[in-house]
């Protein structure tokens, strides 16, 4: 960050460097900056890394962002804090790592999400959901996680599905690595057939074809949100078990994240997921329809058979 320098004219040049301001009012300058360019501040050198390492300033940015994570008490106990948690949750996953080094991560032993959702910018639920990831219940099902375990809620009055935005932080207590499950906006909006239900996904992708699709069902027109839900799938379409999708988790939180551009790429990387899903769906149909009709052939070419042992019988 360039020095700046205030000239006095009436008793010669003085030159001040914003340095020599006093260390609160720098610090309540910092407190103003978004989290990147706190970050940034902090890399201009060593009296601004002091000051952009205060754990209040990264605290305020961390709850501004995400109110839901005040519950979350491993973070003062394990991790970096609120500051690595930013750095970890804030931008995507880079969906191109490799998906499993040398030495595969630890599986975490027990899962906490942040779950923030708002509508036009108005927070309307927050909530901490923790989640027993060791249980062989849990490894053995699909991978899922609710952060609605009631009937839903309603919200003031109608819900635009499009105006909604999602955060879903995954999170290891015992590491306090972190990990971003959502896209911050709506990459699809579908209707449920049965109900008519309104159905906004949030889908990331992650390395080795394994996607988080996070997703809320709600009645647009009441404003009843009746489930909010983080499942995994593949890359076929299919679902992804318990301990696969933790395994696909544990190696995006251990792996680079992407920075600037991150969510025009993220979705960029969904849409590629999701073409390629629908490609190899239209394929498997064509096989089944050729599979059927080769089956339809054969049995009517051996009805026909029968029929003609009959009649030169």
């Given at each position: 960050m360039a020095s700046a320098r205030v000239d006095e004219t009436a008793c010669g040049s003085?030159?001040?460097?914003?340095?020599?301001?006093?260390?609160?009012?720098?610090?309540?300058?910092?407190r103003r900056l978004d989290g990147a360019s706190l970050a940034a501040a902090g890399s201009a050198c060593s009296g601004f890394r002091d000051l952009a390492s205060d754990p209040d300033a990264w605290r305020a940015l961390c709850l501004d962002m995400w109110p839901s994570v005040r519950d979350v008490a491993c973070l003062g106990t394990s991790g970096g804090g609120y500051q690595s948690l930013?750095?970890?949750?804030?931008?995507?996953?880079?969906?191109?790592?490799?998906?499993?080094?040398p030495s595969p991560p630890s599986l975490p032993a027990r899962l906490v999400s942040a779950v923030d959702l708002h509508h036009k910018g108005v927070c309307i639920m927050s909530r901490v959901v923790e989640t027993d990831a060791s249980s062989?219940?849990?490894?053995?099902?699909?991978?899922?996680v609710d952060a609605l375990v009631q009937e839903g809620f309603t919200a003031p009055g109608p819900i635009a599905p499009d105006e909604l935005t999602l955060s879903w932080i995954l999170i290891d207590p015992a590491t306090g690595a972190a990990l971003n499950a959502s896209s911050r906006r709506p990459v699809c909006v579908d209707r449920t057939w049965l109900s008519g239900d309104a159905v906004a996904r949030f889908t990331v992708v992650l390395g080795g074809g394994v996607a988080l699709d996070a997703a809320v069902t709600c009645d647009d027109r009441r404003g009843h949100v009746r489930e909010v839900s983080l499942c995994a799938g593949d890359a076929e379409g299919g679902g992804v078990s318990g301990r696969d999708g933790l395994?696909?988790?544990?190696?995006?939180?251990?792996?680079a994240r992407r920075s600037r551009g991150a969510e025009d790429a993220a979705r960029?990387?969904?849409r590629e997921f999701a073409q390629g899903k629908r490609e190899r769906k239209e394929w498997k149909a064509r096989r089944d329809g050729i599979v059927d009709l080769c089956c339809s052939g054969v049995g009517a070419a051996a009805f026909l058979s029968f029929l003609v042992m009959l009649t030169f019988r």
């Amino acid at each position: 960050m360039a020095s700046a320098r205030v000239d006095e004219t009436a008793c010669g040049s003085i030159e001040t460097v914003i340095e020599d301001l006093p260390a609160d009012v720098l610090g309540l300058v910092l407190r103003r900056l978004d989290g990147a360019s706190l970050a940034a501040a902090g890399s201009a050198c060593s009296g601004f890394r002091d000051l952009a390492s205060d754990p209040d300033a990264w605290r305020a940015l961390c709850l501004d962002m995400w109110p839901s994570v005040r519950d979350v008490a491993c973070l003062g106990t394990s991790g970096g804090g609120y500051q690595s948690l930013y750095a970890d949750a804030f931008p995507f996953p880079a969906a191109s790592s490799p998906p499993a080094a040398p030495s595969p991560p630890s599986l975490p032993a027990r899962l906490v999400s942040a779950v923030d959702l708002h509508h036009k910018g108005v927070c309307i639920m927050s909530r901490v959901v923790e989640t027993d990831a060791s249980s062989p219940w849990f490894q053995g099902s699909p991978f899922r996680v609710d952060a609605l375990v009631q009937e839903g809620f309603t919200a003031p009055g109608p819900i635009a599905p499009d105006e909604l935005t999602l955060s879903w932080i995954l999170i290891d207590p015992a590491t306090g690595a972190a990990l971003n499950a959502s896209s911050r906006r709506p990459v699809c909006v579908d209707r449920t057939w049965l109900s008519g239900d309104a159905v906004a996904r949030f889908t990331v992708v992650l390395g080795g074809g394994v996607a988080l699709d996070a997703a809320v069902t709600c009645d647009d027109r009441r404003g009843h949100v009746r489930e909010v839900s983080l499942c995994a799938g593949d890359a076929e379409g299919g679902g992804v078990s318990g301990r696969d999708g933790l395994a696909a988790v544990a190696a995006a939180m251990a792996t680079a994240r992407r920075s600037r551009g991150a969510e025009d790429a993220a979705r960029r990387v969904y849409r590629e997921f999701a073409q390629g899903k629908r490609e190899r769906k239209e394929w498997k149909a064509r096989r089944d329809g050729i599979v059927d009709l080769c089956c339809s052939g054969v049995g009517a070419a051996a009805f026909l058979s029968f029929l003609v042992m009959l009649t030169f019988r």
